[in-house]
């Protein structure tokens, strides 16, 4: 986390975080993940579901209390998070 009374100074100060940890993770052996770029990825996509489908996951987000989209954002991680963790 970065924080600064400009937009500049908060960038400068997240980038020295980031060296920091990178640094304190690698002082004492632990792994440093290599970046992840999603460039070319808006993180937006359309489908087409049948109508039922639609109205069974609308009342399940209702029952959760939250959006429709962030129910399906959800349970899509759940679901390739397990694809990931059985691989």
Known sequence: MGDGETEAAAIEDAQSAIASWIET???????????????????KFVTRIPKSLHMTLAELAHRE???????????????????RARK
């Open 25 to 43: 993770a690698e002082k004492f052996g632990d792994p440093v993940p290599e970046p992840n770029c999603a460039a070319g990825y808006s993180g």
């Open 65 to 83: 209390g939250v959006s429709l989209n962030q129910f399906v954002l959800t349970k899509l991680a759940e679901a390739v998070g397990g694809n």
